[in-house]
Nanobody, 128 residues
Framework: VQLQASGGGLVQAGGSLRLSCVAS????????MGWFRQAPGKEREFVAA????????RYADSVKGRFIISRDNVKNTIYLQMNILKPEDTAVYYC??????????????????????WGQGTQVTVSS
């Protein structure tokens, strides 16, 4: 599976951005999908995840209520709508795909070690 993320950029605090990630998977619905981020000098951290149907989602506490993850199974694409952005949201954002749970979100879906495929990342910079 190849993942291509896009949509990053420079935005002022309080603004919004929408990230997209297109997957090359033959059967996109076999995969749960997620977003992680990594700031300079920090470990890669979980942001959000969505199951194969889009019905179930999961968010990090730091983005809950501000970010929305969604997917379009016709376009093989997931999205991350980021609102009320803060300087601490500045990071490289990576999309990821998980195949081991038949598209579901397991208990440890917030761990990067559960995810099988990664995109190249897109930079998000939030200025204060």
């Amino acid at each position: 599976v190849q993942l291509q993320a896009s949509g990053g950029g420079l935005v002022q605090a309080g603004g919004s951005l929408r990230l997209s990630c297109v997957a090359s998977a033959r059967t996109f619905t076999n995969y749960a999908m997620g977003w992680f981020r990594q700031a300079p000098g920090k470990e890669r951290e979980f942001v959000a995840a969505i199951n194969w149907s889009g019905i179930y989602t999961r968010y990090a506490d730091s983005v809950k209520g501000r970010f929305i993850i969604s997917r379009d199974n016709v376009k093989n694409t997931i999205y991350l709508q980021m609102n009320i952005l803060k300087p601490e949201d500045t990071a490289v954002y990576y999309c990821a795909a998980m195949s081991r749970a038949n598209g579901g979100l397991g208990e440890h879906s917030d761990s990067r070690y559960e995810w099988d495929y990664w995109g190249q990342g897109t930079q998000v910079t939030v200025s204060s």
